[in-house]
């Protein structure tokens, strides 16, 4: 089976530091894979090539089979790396269903025909996107008046209306209170299994990380050092180090 992605020897540097030295990777299909490593250790510099927001100094990256490394982000959205959690492209004085509408209408390209039909246009789809984040009793709620988890799960369904294949996140639930990122870890691996979305994520919580990943990598200095299951990431004395600092 192709993978979803396939990374090869990513590369970026800011003047002198080599933020992402030479990473390689695969993310399998309706995989939920953790990517962790300190502070500064280059997890959203990662993210920003992936999905086309900075300009690689080289390497691979395949989505499906398909080179993408250099389409500019809007084309890599297109092809179906979703990633979520923005919260600036949320409407605060829309409601929450009126949101996840206007994203659905994007990905339709049907803005044209927006105008007239404004109110009803994937009303459907979008209560149905509702339902799978748990949120379609807050449809008719304006988004600015949502607890920061809600907003949290609006943004999962805005991503979703994009029907993306994979799904990046970067430390998704940060802000949130533990109870509120397992709930929100769940609910993502619920989504992984009902629209079959791989899904690339980090996150601070060891706990969260080990509770729900399939797989996780160890990113240090740029490198990925460690690769494998919870369990054999959670007992790698290499692993323990760079956490510990030694
Ligand atoms: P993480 O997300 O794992 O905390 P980052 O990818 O944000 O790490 O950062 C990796 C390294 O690259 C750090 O040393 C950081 O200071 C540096 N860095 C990140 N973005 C920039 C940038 N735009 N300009 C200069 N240095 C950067
Ligand atoms: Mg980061």
């Known amino acids: 089976m192709t993978d979803a992605l396939e990374v090869r020897d990513l590369a970026k540097a800011f003047g002198g530091v080599k933020a992402v030295d030479g990473v390689s990777f695969a993310l399998r299909e309706r995989e939920m894979l ?59 004085s829309m409601t929450v269903i009126e949101n996840v509408q206007m ?44 607890a920061y988890g809600d907003l949290k799960r609006m943004e999962l369904a805005i991503a979703l209306a994009n029907d993306p294949r994979v799904l990046l996140m970067d430390e998704p639930a940060a802000g949130m209170a533990p109870q509120e990122r397992v709930q929100l870890m769940e609910l993502v691996a619920r989504v992984v299994q009902s629209r079959g979305v791989s899904v690339l994520f980090t996150e601070h919580d060891m706990d969260v990380v080990f509770g729900h990943a399939d797989r996780v990598m160890v990113l240090d200095r740029g490198r990925l050092i460690v690769e494998g299951t919870p369990a054999e990431v959670r007992n790698n004395p290499d692993v323990q180090a760079v956490y510990l600092g030694t």
């Open 34 to 92: 953790a990517l962790i490593g300190p502070n500064g250790a280059g997890k959203s510099t990662c993210f920003n090539m992936l999905n086309g927001q900075l300009k690689p100094d080289g390497g691979s990256i395949r989505l499906f089979g398909a080179e993408i490394l250099g389409l500019p982000p809007r084309k890599v959205w297109r092809l179906g790396v979703g990633r979520t959690f923005q919260i600036t492209a949320t409407f605060t």
């Open 103 to 146: 994203a659905l209408i994007s990905h339709h390209r049907r803005l044209r025909a927006m105008l007239p039909f404004a109110g009803a246009l994937y009303k459907d789809e979008a209560y149905d996107l509702l339902e799978l984040v748990g949120m379609e009793d807050q449809s008719g709620r304006a988004c600015g008046m949502l």
